[in-house]
């Protein structure tokens, strides 16, 4: 595994090549097998290819222009050149892999701190679920994007996705048709703290 995590890059150009449905069920397996807080497992996966990409794609930027007049982020304006690349990233990648909290709480509601907790909780089993399928998808030589500008198309996605949940992210899978190098990390010595 570790092989994965030093090879795993985030990938924004893709080959036109077809994915092995096989190949995205041990993807979308791998992902089923993260922890979970209280063994909630709390996601869903929608996969989209094909034809169904063009509706999804439709959705998404019917939501950047309605962000555009009517946000649900107002302070990240200047991020919405960035969403509307992802929106070609998207088009090229042969699956698009939206990920449900299924048990998640709208987003325009508000919460009481016991209903928060369960939200970061669930937040934090998906974002092990998502690195389980991105190392999955680098060991069968596949990119991968881990998607979150679904956040400025949030009500048009959710509605065309028609799940009970929250939508918390996307990920695109397919074979890559670039080789980045590995973006700069910060040094241990700056993120770690030593107690005992």
């Known amino acids: 595994m570790l092989s994965a995590i030093l090879d795993r890059r985030s990938i ?14 041990e993807v ?3 992902g089923s097998l993260a922890p979970s807080s209280k063994n909630r497992q709390p996601w869903r996966f929608i996969v989209v290819t094909g034809d169904a990409k063009t509706d999804m794609l439709r959705a998404m930027k019917r939501g950047l222009e309605r962000e555009k007049e009517n946000p649900l982020l ?23 892999i939206f990920v449900v909290n299924s048990l998640g709480i709208d987003i325009h509601r508000q919460l009481n701190p016991e209903e928060r907790i369960y939200e970061i909780c669930n937040a934090q089993s998906i974002g092990a679920a ?11 030589g596949l990119g991968s994007l881990w998607i979150c500008d679904t956040y400025f198309a ?15 992210a996307a ?21 770690v703290e030593w107690r005992g």
């Not at 080959?15 to 096989?22: A, N």
């Open 28 to 30: 979308l397996h791998a």
């Open 171 to 191: 990920m695109t899978i397919g074979y890559a048709d670039e080789a980045p190098l590995p973006r700069p990390r910060k040094k241990l010595s700056d993120i």
């Open 154 to 168: 949030y009500d048009e996605l959710n509605h065309w996705l028609d799940v009970d949940g929250e939508l918390i």
């Open 12 to 25: 924004r150009k893709y080959r036109d090549t077809c994915v092995d449905k096989r190949i995205i069920e």
């Open 74 to 96: 107002p302070e990240s304006f200047r991020y919405h050149g960035g969403a509307e690349y992802t929106i070609q990233i998207m088009e090229q990648a042969p699956v698009v």
């Open 130 to 140: 998502m690195e389980n399928m991105t190392l999955t998808a680098t060991e069968h």
